[in-house]
């Protein structure tokens, strides 16, 4: 499967690059093309699952110069399908540690990891970083209803910091490495808790400050076998499900009980 | 050993959840204590979702009581007319418990109410089973002198209308109050996720009067039902049933319940109670601790 990937990478590079010798020299420069793959495109989240680490890397091609692309930095920036929320934020009532205030956001994603070949703000500015969600600081979690903004913005960072330390929100300066200044590969490791769904990862050529070739690649996270059912279950057939649960409780707690009283 | 939680979304060291099962299943045949009190904090701490955990420690509950009542029943310590009754008003309970539990969780309070619940009845309940026990124990303690307590029901539940009698208890008393009682009960299952055996039984033996002897099978009679309409309300309202994490529980809880209704009928009463005090009155204290310092986490996510 993996090795099927990289010599279809391979294949991809080298049609690029071919494509790029016999055409006609062009006058005005012409961008880099990306050729992402990933490690794996559906992650199954079954008995024993602890985690993935997802492998995403390519190459970057330079037609003019026929071969590399020159200095540049990749960033692959993996994105958690995204879900209304609200925050609710702890104060000191009487006493007590209670739930105070609170903020909704539309689109948090669920997962949030970037993984670039050297800190972002080596990389590029923060006007260029903020447009293309480079950072966690950077996510688009569109706010919703009316409070100031330097209380929004003390929630976003809240959550974001919540999700850091959940490892749901990663940053990994260094996660990319390129070799040969044309194959690039990086690394991001999916915890035990990520949500199901559509993911998309989001590869990023960036030179002098600027993105000069972007490619996105889908994964899906599903949950299969056991796993899968007993979600479907729970979900669908609830009755049935709840059923389920207190039959296997009796049956267990009787079984034991019929066992132990022969003994 | 990782297990994943499908429902909780997460993978457990599945060792671990067995041995809290077993930690519990011990307690409940000791003390007729369904354990929900202290599965639920712990799987808490451990990092499951808060609903998930009490959803499916009130499943594993019902697996823990089956064989306690079992036990109980085949030494006749089950009153069965009683346990009926009190399940009617545990029902009623968890219904109303239901609508309470939605209603602070759109308010975002439900946390903090079911921490001070646990602080508030879990310190008062503790407390006065430790006096009991150490009275019971150390005769003079208190300058009271050896003193035999004459088994009595409060003079509240003496006023009530329509009295019944319960043969197996020793009482003839109104059914109203163990209906009541049943009712707050259930009000509690369903709102803390604990099968409420640490409240009915000191509150039977000492605001009902019941005969010692069946007080401990009669409230697994009430927990074992009152889960099961727990279990199959949170089945259908918050899906929030974990059967993997149950089964795990169930598999340590079964197992431990037996081991604790062997050691219940060699052990001294007294020390008993005392040890049952003592722990919940440590849980207690760590809940408390818990209200009143900076907690690790300020924000909180629930999705809308």
Redesign the interface.
């Known amino acids: 499967m993996r090795l099927a990937g990289r010599l279809l990478l391979l294949l991809g590079a080298f049609l690029a690059l071919g494509g790029a010798l016999t055409a006609p020299p062009a006058l005005a420069q012409r961008e880099p093309v990306l050729v992402p793959a990933v490690s794996q495109s559906l992650i199954e ?7 993935a680490r997802l492998l995403l890397y390519g190459a970057v091609v330079d037609p003019d110069s026929g071969g590399r692309a020159g200095d540049y930095d990749i960033v692959v920036v993996l994105k958690g399908p995204t ?8 104060e ?1 009532i009487l ?5 105070a205030g ?1 903020s ?1 956001f539309r689109s ?1 994603p669920s997962f949030f990891a970037v993984a670039s070949s050297r800190p972002i703000e080596k990389i590029v500015d923060e006007r260029t970083a903020a447009i293309y969600e480079l950072g966690t600081n950077f996510i688009q979690l569109s706010p919703s209803g009316q409070i100031d903004p330097e209380e929004q913005a003390r ?1 976003a960072s ?2 974001v ?3 850091r ?1 959940q490892g749901l929100y990663q940053e990994n300066p260094g996660g990319v490495s390129i070799a040969e200044k044309v194959l690039y590969q990086a690394r991001i490791d999916l915890p ?2 990520v ?1 199901t769904g559509s993911y998309t990862a989001e590869t990023f050529a960036i030179s002098r400050g600027r993105v000069v070739a972007s490619a996105t690649a889908r994964i899906e996270v599903v ?1 299969a076998g ?3 059912q ?2 479907t279950a ?2 669908r057939w ?2 049935l ?6 039959l ?3 049956g ?7 066992l ?2 022969r003994t | 050993m990782d297990v994943y939680l499908p429902i909780a979304n997460l993978s457990v060291n599945g060792l671990y959840i067995v041995l809290l099962g077993g930690l519990t299943g011990i307690l409940s045949g000791l003390f007729g204590v369904g354990g929900g009190f202290l599965t639920t904090p712990l799987l808490i701490f451990y990092g499951i979702p808060p609903t998930v955990a009490a959803a499916s420690a009130a499943t594993q509950v019902t697996g823990a009581s089956v064989s306690g009542v079992l036990a109980h029943s085949r030494r006749k310590g089950v009153d069965y007319r009683m346990g009926a009754v009190l399940v009617m008003g545990g029902m009623i309970g968890a219904l109303i418990g239901a609508v309470l539990f939605s209603a602070l969780q759109s308010l975002g309070q439900i946390d903090v109410v079911i921490s001070i619940l646990y602080v508030l009845l879990l310190g008062s309940i503790g407390t006065l089973m430790m006096r009991e026990a150490v009275s019971a124990l150390r005769p003079g303690m208190f300058g009271k002198g050896p003193q035999v307590r004459k088994r009595r029901h409060h003079p509240l539940v003496a006023s009530l209308p329509y009295r019944w009698r319960f043969y197996a208890s020793g009482l003839y008393i109104s059914p109203l109050a163990p209906l009541i009682l049943g009712m707050l009960v259930g009000i509690l299952t369903m709102l803390m996720g604990v099968g409420g055996g640490f409240l009915l039984v000191p509150a039977m033996l000492y605001i009902l009067g019941m005969s010692g002897n069946v007080v401990v099978g009669t409230s697994l009679f009430q927990i074992l039902f009152v889960t099961m309409v727990t279990t199959m309300t949170h089945a259908l309202t918050t899906k929030a049933v974990d059967l993997v994490l149950a089964a795990l529980l169930l598999l340590g809880s079964v197992l431990g319940a037996q081991f604790g209704t062997q050691i219940a009928l060699k052990a001294r009463p007294e020390l008993l109670r005392l040890a049952l005090a003592t722990l919940v009155i440590l849980i207690a204290l760590r809940m408390l601790y818990g209200l009143g310092v900076q907690p690790d986490e300020i924000y909180t996510v629930v999705p809308l």
């Open positions: 989240v079954r008995q024993g699952f602890t985690g879900a209304p929320v609200r925050i609710r934020e702890k000191r006493g007590i540690w209670a739930n609170s909704d948090v929630f809240g959550l910091e919540l999700r330390r035990s808790t949500t949950k056991l796993e899968g007993v979600v729970a979900q609830s009755f499900y709840g059923l389920g649960a207190i296997l409780s009796l267990m707690g009787w079984l034991a009980g019929r132990f009283a």
